[in-house]
């Protein structure tokens, strides 16, 4: 019946368009309407059929954007999706918000050694292993033709450390799918978070010493004051923010859901025009009321009413952009890099929690987690291109290619892991790791 | 007016109002900083053709533009678009096609895509240059979508801050109870609950001389239109019970006749020959307006403050109910009636059929669209699923209504009906979820009407005192008709509160799909009438109902 409903409404949607094709290929705020209801109903279809099969609910919200989008069947424009992409605004608000309140501090206090590591190992680490691969790949990546070897160094560390960016939103939705707690999502959680933020600040000095390398003038002091500025500054709001939404659920209480949507789309829209991130902003809310209030409880509880609506347009949409064509016209390379990094993150996890002496669960399946990947990648894909007008495109389509396959892969390996761990459905039980870190003091006071 | 609108609700409502109007601010203060830097056609352009004004901190470390031409081999700005950008960021020629996308200077997408349109053409350009920017985003970049808006000032911030403060203590003291009673005490919570304050906030946030909703923003979030246009008629069809027009109580009949057919025929009239001669003879197309005024009078809204449910006798009360019920099915086959049979021509719809076929179309949609939403709901689980297929029906339907040039109230009202009269246990958690959000999407949406509302012409203005007086009367001789004909069996509150009745959300619904559908002068025309006359019924309803719960006091004193 799901299948059925899932081709009618695709019939629907295409034979409606046929009323006036021209309003298609351009912006029109019936057509935005309309394509917003067809993937919202088709892609929730599309997730129950995907679960009968094994699979994440999210792939089957990516796919239904990949095969009703611009590269697939294109019953979705490019104008319309771009039209549509107002929704990741409140999308990636909400999923941080909702990654912040997971992140309880006395709950990952044992796991702090683990997500240092981690972070600095496997993602440090996998960023060089895939610049040497880069390197290694010159000859087959055209774009990187005419460098000479120390810029041929320098710009391999660019995109290196773009590409071993990972997906917070991922991980948040597939945790909240599979309702997973325990040692390991909290340690992922937070090491994906702590990653894009590293990541981000490892781009910025290596793309100066790469621009540096090219002769382009590269302003470190301006660098260094406008990164303080993003990220003081979003923490900084944050803070109000958090506070704002302590004393809501506090006095007013009343839909609170709909004024928490509210919120992080005036933080989305306004916070990226004034230069901060919408991401840090609400994650340090988050982070705010899960541990210095006692509201975290209910925040949790109204993002998780909003957030399935808002987690289905948002992977959709996510999925009706991904460039198909750029994965068929570099995919050999893009396949062999995302192997790379796939070894890099997996083996880099694994050395991390030996040497953290990390709980087994934690060792065994940690580094699936920091294989999705999504927007991070696309999104300094993008700053490559101008910092790089030269051959920026090259590297662009290259980042393309290998974030299509890892938004496709990536989702199902991490939910495998989350089902083998056994923290798949345990939200709600006592973590392993907060009963592991009683036990000493239960036992000395005994 | 208070048709389903949950007073809890008005706080958040009123947030999500001042949010709109804190992101036009924000928008449009940025707007004056682009002009203010020069438009970005004259700023100078690197070589790589990247624009200068992408140059700022942040980003513009990372993008610094190259100093040597020889790094990019591009023209310089020749290539950018001739077009000059609109104070509001918007350049003409947004939205021509996928070919000619607009040159928005707010977005860096296209600033990237113009790197791949310079880079594409020269000896230089890289093999791979073939993918256009830019991708999706899932996790946010460090506003590396916006990197060409200029850096905020401390203002801004400071602004913005406020903004969100004012935002929670207004949603704060709208909710406490103490507001709550002083207004029922000042018997003011009607007007201020009917959402007319945000009517009047998105006409205020409109205006040019404030510039907070520029029409770059109003475009952005106009797809909320159909959407709320739908909203408003799946819950009205879904609380549409089929089994009431079975055994109505004695003289609905002739009370929903005579209340509807006489303010429907003195509108028509007056406001036909008002829109005639202020359009002149040779605009036949003028009479849909007349008669979508005429429509729009004979609505009233759910509930009234003459007829309070409390304290009225039940019969009357329940006759009420059936008559506005009946009033607002009129209305819903008025509208498709109107939008089948004086549809635009020409290009904008391809489809060129009768006007029955059209109703014919707007029926077999409507009745698929309502079997594809049970089918859906039929298989949903949880609490959030069920809103998510909500939300997903009521966008789909109405999207695919107003893409099609149907009225997107009819369609969902027709759905709504349907899911509302079919069997299922689908219709308590489908109840609860539209009274959830019904409120917030009501106000949002009147804060949107008011947003569209022009209010310059003089036309406009005539229509509304035309409408509203045409409106009342017609209302003062059905009822007074009624009275004769009934011999005084209608009792006198009952026949009062069909004589001054407010006019419901419908009414507004009907003059914003007009312009939805007609989009013109006169669709604004109507909806100065509409929503004007709405206002001013309301006003004076509340002043009547005032005044006579004056005198009952007194009556009690003495």
Known sequence: MRLLLFVFLAGMLHAAESFAPDRVVRSFPALTTFTLGYLLLSAYLAGAIFKKLGMPKLTGYLATGILAGPYGLGLVSKATVEDLHIVNGVAIALIALTAGTEMHFKSLRPLFRSI????????????????????????????????????????????????????????????????????????????????????????????????????????????????????????????????LFALYFTYVKASGALFMVTVCFVVAEVGARVHLDPLLVTLTAGILIRNATSTGEALHTEIEAASLPVYVAFFSVAGASIHLDALISIGGVATALVVVRAIGLLSGSQVATRLAGAPEVVRKYAGFGLLPQAGLALALAILFTRAFPDFGDGASALVFGIVAINELVAPVLFRIAL???????????????????????????? | MRSGVQFRALPVAWAVALCAALIGFAGSALAQQDDAAGPLKEAPVDPGGVSAT????????????????????????????????????????????????????????????????VLGDEPGA????LVPLPPSSIDPPLSRERDDAPQASATDLVKVILALVLIVALAYVGGHPRVRRLEERLRISHVVTAGFPFI???????????????????????????????????????????????????????????????????????????????????EPMHLRFAL???????????????????????VAVDRTTRVIQLEQLAAVIGLSLVAAFFRPTGVIV?????GMAWIFVTLGMSAVLAVIAYVTLAVVGSRAEVMLVVLGVI??????????????????????????????????????????????????????????????????????????????????????????????????????????????????????????????????????????GAIVNEVFVQAVSRGSSGRELMEEAR
């Not at chain 2, 609109?86 to 040159?103: K, L």
């Not at chain 2, 979508?292 to 039940?314: C, E, H, K, Q, Y």
């Open chain 2, 395 to 532: 966008s789909f339907s109405s999207g695919m209504a107003s893409y099609l040039n149907i009225p997107a109230t009819v369609v969902c009202f027709v759905v709504g009906f349907m899911l509302g009269n079919a069997p299922g246990s689908h219709k308590v958690q489908l109840r609860e979820t539209l009274a959830r959000l019904e409120g917030p999407i009501y106000l949002v949406f009147l804060f949107l009407a008011g947003a569209h509302w022009r209010l310059g012409a003089v036309e406009g203005w005539a229509l509304l005192a035309a409408f509203v007086a045409t409106r009342a009367l017609g209302k003062q001789l059905g009822v007074a008709v009624l009275t004769w004909r009934t011999h005084d069996e209608v009792p006198l509150e009952e026949r009062r509160a069909l004589a001054l009745s407010p006019m419901g959300a419908l009414a507004i619904a009907i003059a914003v799909s007009a312009q939805d559908l007609f989009p013109g002068v006169e669709s604004s025309w109507v909806m100065t009438a509409v929503i004007g």
């Open chain 2, 126 to 129: 890289v093999e791979l240059a």
């Open chain 2, 200 to 282: 009047v906030l998105g006409l205020v946030a409109r205006h040019p001389s404030v510039g907070i909703l520029s029409d770059s923003i109003l475009d952005e979030i106009r797809p909320i239109l159909p959407f709320g246009l739908g909203w408003i008629g799946l819950a009205m069809g879904f609380r549409f019970d089929a089994r009431d027009v079975d055994r109505p109580p004695t003289h609905v009949g002739q009370t929903f006749i005579l209340v509807t057919a006489l303010p429907f025929v003195l509108t028509f009239t007056v406001c036909g020959l008002l829109l005639y001669f202020s359009g002149g003879p040779g």
């Open chain 1, 116 to 243: 240092a590591f981690i972070s600095l190992i496997a993602i440090v680490g996998t960023a060089l292993l895939l610049a040497g691969a880069i390197y290694g790949m010159r000859d087959w990546l055209p774009f990187l033709g005419e460098l000479t070897q120390y810029q041929l160094i320098a710009v391999s560390l660019v995109l290196g450390v773009t590409i071993v960016a990972q997906s917070p939103a991922v991980v948040v939705a597939l945790r909240d799918e599979t309702d997973a707690d325990g040692p390991m999502s909290r340690t992922v959680l937070a090491v994906v978070v702590i990653g894009d933020l590293m990541v981000i600040l490892l781009f910025a000095v290596v793309s100066a010493i790469a621009r540096g390398s090219l002769g382009v003038g590269a302003d470190v002091i301006e660098t260094a004051r406008a990164l303080s500025w993003e990220i003081f500054g979003s923490v900084a709001l944050g803070f109000l923010v958090g506070g």
């Open chain 2, 54 to 117: 992408e140059t700022e901190p942040l980003d513009g470390a990372l993008e610094a533009p190259s100093d040597s031409p020889e790094d990019v081999g591009a023209e310089p700005s020749t290539d950018l678009p001739d077009e000059e950008p609109s104070a509001d960021g918007d350049a003409p020629g947004a939205g021509e096609g996928d070919e000619d996308v607009a040159f928005d200077p707010g977005s860096a997408e296209l600033a990237a895509e113009h790197v791949d349109e």
């Open chain 2, 350 to 354: 391809a489809w060129q059929l009768p």
């Open chain 2, 292 to 314: 979508i005024l005429a429509v729009a009078s004979v609505l009233s809204g759910s509930s009234t403050p003459l007829l309070p449910r409390g304290n009225a006798d039940a």
């Open chain 1, 419 to 446: 089902t083998r761990s056994g923290e798949a459905g345990a939200r709600g039980r006592p973590a392993e790791a907060e009963i592991a870190a009683e036990e000493p003091s239960a036992a000395a006071a005994a």
